[in-house]
Structure formats: structure tokens, C-alpha cells
């Protein structure tokens, strides 16, 4: 479990502060606080979460940090659909490592954890690097040992006998659908170990899509106007160990600015991050796009490079208007806000059907 904080009395102090300040908002913006994710099913736990840590009471010190962490551990603990936590999504040795990051859109102060080994709690790990460190990313090993050090775990190998399982059959078939190119044994039908192969190097791979990889990408925005956003995930299943995805790079997996807005993005993540995908599409809100125009154009830059990327970009003004486009598959995402007794969800078609998305338009139905 994480480390537990005591809350001072100052922080009593400034927390009751900015509600004050914010009550000329709250009264004009019902749809405060707010809190907007990636996925549906499990994944709508963490939203609930989230928006509950935040209105659980009247006079909170819960700020927009504090309900990222709490939503996106709440997809660690349950393990959502096995792309979030331990025990999935297991690397080429079958173990399982975590990526996590969280950004305060004030300060745009960042933390983040990437190759996670042995710690379970990568988002509050992420956010002890935000508080106690004038650093924005540590990893593997030597992110575990910080870890420790603030007090967490560590609890040992992340993978479970299902994990382990999964991870045997894989390789019993050959490793097929690992990350290798250009290299010999062939890894289509091997499972290595691999050495460079003759002919051109650093040719790369294309668009051929991951497998079976989600993560959890979360935006906030306070009673008090703040915002934060946060991601958290076990990465691609079967990669080369040792492989960090775009969940913990900043602008890729989330990204925000109060002054504007937040994005969270899910998919290929080896190619997703080439694009700062969460980046662009803040960015596009200060150009004055709506949430969905800014989705969807940076869903359609990398398009225009790889168009079989699987991609899912859902953007949030610092209003709490809400959109997303997607490519290469259906994507969802949930919000809850205002006086909203439950999350709800929004479907998705990929853009290159021809049909965007947007909360305040004519689209598909919310579930």
C-alpha cells in the first residue's frame, strides 16, 4: 500500500481557499469537478473513483492530483481488463512491469515511472516522483529502489500463474506477434536469442499494430477549476523487456494545461509517442478548436504517416466539454461530472469511417 500522508494544516487552509475562490465557477459550471478517461467496463470503476474522491465531502482537501492517483490505483488494484497492474501483459521473459505518470496542470510539474519492477503501486510511485524529486521520469530497477525508499513494497514478481501461463503458451507457439525485425533466427518462428541479421539496418518496423494493449489515460478538473492528468499501464504484451511505451511520456499518453484543457490517448504507444499526440491536440485547444476538432486532428497526423495505427485520443477543455476520434478500432470513454450518479460512456467509431464524435453534438448514442 502506498505510504500515508498526513495532511497539515496549511494545506486544510489552501484547499479551503480555492474552493472560496472557485464558487463563482461552481455556481456558473455545474458540470464541476469532472473526470474523463479511456474505456469503458472495468475501466469505469476508476472513474467512479476518481469523481468520488472528489465529492465525498462538502469541505475536501482532494484536488485534482489526488483523484488521478485514486482512479488510476483503482484500475492497478482491480487489474482492468488485464492492460492495467500487475499480472498482465507480460514481457518476452513473462514478466510483468509497469509504466505510470501524472502531471499537475498548474505547475505542469510531472512524475513518472517507466519499466516499474516489483512495486504495484506505479501511479502513486509516479506521484511520490512529482513531490519528492526534482525529476520527471525514473525507471526500472532503480525506480523500484527509489520506491522503497518512500515506502513502498516491494512485493515481489508482478506476474500471476495466469500471466505465467500466458506467457508459456506464447512462447510454446513460437513467439509469434513478438517486436523483432531484422534480425535471424527468424523471430516469426523463433523465439530466439536473436542477432542483427544481414541486409539493411535500422530499417524498422511499420504499422503493424500491438497486441492487445490498452492503458488507462485519465484527465480531472477539480472543484476548484484545477486539472491533472494521469496515465498508468503494463504495456505491450510480450514486448522486448526493457521497453518503455508512450503511458509514461509526457504529451503522449496524457497530457495538460489549466489554462486550456487535457488529453488522454491509448493505443500503438511505439508509434503514438513519435507524435505527442495528447500534446497536439492541448495545443489545438489553445488554437481554438473544439475537444473533438482537437482530437481529431491529431488522430489524423499520424494517420497520415502509419494508417493502420490503432489510436484512441480523448480531449477535455478546462470547461469540461468533452470529445475523442480514434483509428483502426472502436474506442471508448468514460466521464462523470456535476451531479452525475454514475459514469457514463461514449462509443467511438475509428475516424476513417467518416464519422467524429463530439458530447455536445449528434453522434453515437452514450451507453
Not at 303 to 312: A, E, F, H, Q, T
Request: with cysteine.
Amino acid at each position: 500500500m502506498p505510504p500515508t500522508h498526513t495532511v497539515h494544516t496549511s494545506h486544510l487552509l489552501t484547499a479551503l481557499t480555492h474552493l472560496l475562490l472557485a464558487l463563482p465557477t461552481l455556481a456558473s459550471n455545474p458540470s464541476l469537478p469532472f473526470v474523463i478517461n479511456t474505456w469503458a467496463g472495468p475501466f469505469t470503476a476508476a472513474t467512479d473513483a476518481a469523481f468520488l474522491s472528489l465529492t465525498t465531502h462538502p469541505l475536501t482537501t482532494t484536488s485534482a492530483l489526488d483523484a488521478i492517483e485514486a482512479g488510476c490505483a483503482t484500475c492497478e488494484q482491480n487489474q482492468c481488463d488485464g492492460t492495467v497492474g500487475f499480472g498482465g501483459s507480460p514481457d518476452e521473459s513473462c514478466e510483468t512491469t509497469l509504466d505510470a505518470m501524472i502531471m499537475d496542470g498548474d505547475s505542469m510539474h510531472t512524475g513518472a515511472v517507466a519499466g516499474l519492477r516489483r512495486i504495484r503501486d506505479a501511479i502513486s510511485v509516479a506521484r511520490a516522483v512529482l513531490v519528492h524529486t526534482r525529476h520527471s521520469l525514473l525507471v526500472g530497477d532503480l525506480a523500484t529502489q527509489f520506491a522503497v525508499a518512500m515506502g513502498f513494497g516491494p512485493e515481489g514478481d508482478l506476474a500471476t500463474a495466469e500471466s505465467r501461463e500466458r506467457c508459456e503458451v506464447w512462447r510454446r507457439g513460437g513467439c509469434r506477434g513478438n517486436y523483432w525485425v531484422g534480425v535471424e533466427p527468424d523471430p516469426e518462428v523463433s523465439c530466439g536469442p536473436y542477432r542483427p541479421a544481414g541486409g539493411l539496418v535500422g530499417v524498422g518496423a511499420g504499422d503493424g499494430g500491438q497486441s492487445s494493449h490498452d492503458t488507462i489515460s485519465m484527465v480531472v478538473i477539480d472543484a476548484a477549476g484545477r486539472m491533472a492528468a494521469g496515465t498508468s499501464t503494463n504495456g505491450a504484451a510480450f514486448k522486448v523487456p526493457g521497453r518503455v511505451g508512450d503511458g509514461p511520456i509526457v504529451g503522449s499518453g496524457s497530457y495538460v494545461d489549466g489554462e486550456v484543457g487535457g488529453c488522454g490517448a491509448t493505443g500503438d504507444g511505439d508509434i503514438m509517442m513519435r507524435f505527442l499526440p495528447c500534446y497536439q491536440a492541448v495545443e489545438n485547444l489553445r488554437r481554438g478548436m473544439t475537444p473533438t476538432e482537437a482530437a481529431e486532428d491529431a488522430v489524423r497526423r499520424m494517420l497520415r504517416k502509419y494508417p493502420r495505427i490503432s489510436s484512441g485520443v480523448v480531449v477535455v477543455n478546462n470547461k469540461g466539454e468533452h470529445g475523442a476520434a480514434a483509428s483502426g478500432w472502436t474506442f471508448s470513454y468514460a466521464y462523470r461530472g456535476g451531479g452525475m450518479e454514475a459514469a457514463k460512456v461514449v462509443s467511438i467509431p475509428p475516424l476513417d469511417t467518416g464519422m467524429v464524435v463530439d458530447s455536445s453534438g449528434d453522434g453515437p448514442s452514450e451507453i
